[in-house]
């Protein structure tokens, strides 16, 4: 089975920051990666997919890269609404699996 | 607009049953593999199981083999997820999603399953 690990797993930023999660794939997933937004008592919401196409309707700060092994997700300038937990998600195989999470907090 | 509504959860005894439904609209449901993931309370996210667009293919994560079954109603529209042998660690917000774009796309607003005595 794919194990993916997030870093870091907490992150303490300021608002117009530059934030970067990186996604460790346990082996090569092509650009089978997905990142999702989850807020407090919410459904996580789609952000990316193959790596770093961006879903319609989602701000252009967000924006990821990388394949294989290796995937990043950045947000350019962080906003208020940004702070949530972001999941990565490999679809390469099954069983699908999710990164544990990174929680990002206000400074 | 696409909607993804669950139900069916509730509170259940260790080794009992339960029956989660999710009905599907503003897409052409036929037309995409579905999902159920869940969330334990303060953890993270578990993919648990997928469905193929016409049933005929079904995965599911090791710790629910055996034990959960998926299945669809395309007429309905409906999603369908049967739990029987419940265990105190299947207590979780349990979420159906669509499967587009490689990726759950559409996620509903989740049903609470707690599996206590």
């Known amino acids: 089975d794919i194990q993916l690990t997030q870093s870091p797993s907490f992150l303490s930023a300021s608002v117009g920051d530059r934030v970067t999660i990186t996604c460790r794939a346990s082996q090569g997933i092509s650009s089978y990666l997905a990142w999702y937004q989850q807020k407090p008592g919410k459904a996580p919401n789609l952000l990316i997919y193959?790596?770093?196409s961006l879903l319609s309707g989602v701000p252009s700060r967000f924006s990821g890269s990388g394949s294989g092994t290796e995937f990043t997700l950045t947000i350019s300038s962080l906003q208020p609404e940004d702070f949530a937990t972001y999941y990565c998600?490999?679809?390469?195989?099954?069983?699908?699996?999710f990164g544990q999470g990174t929680k990002v907090e206000f400074k | 607009e696409v909607q993804l509504v669950e139900s069916g959860g509730g509170l259940v005894q260790p080794g009992g049953s339960l029956r989660l439904s999710c009905a599907a609209s503003?897409?052409?449901?036929?037309?995409?593999?579905m999902s159920w993931v869940r969330q334990a309370p303060g953890k993270g996210l578990e993919w648990v199981a997928n469905?193929?667009?016409?049933?005929?293919?079904?995965y599911y994560v090791d710790s629910v083999k055996g034990r959960f079954t998926f299945s669809r109603d395309n007429a309905k529209n409906l999603l369908y997820l049967q739990m029987t042998s419940l265990r105190a660690e299947d207590t979780a917000v349990y979420y159906c999603a669509r499967s587009g774009f490689r990726a759950f796309d559409q996620w509903g607003q989740g049903t609470l399953v707690t599996v206590s005595s």
């Open positions: 193959y790596a770093s």
């Open positions: 503003g897409f052409i449901f036929n037309s995409y593999w």
């Open positions: 469905i193929k667009h016409d049933g005929t293919e079904k």
């Open positions: 998600q490999q679809l390469n195989s099954y069983p699908v699996a």
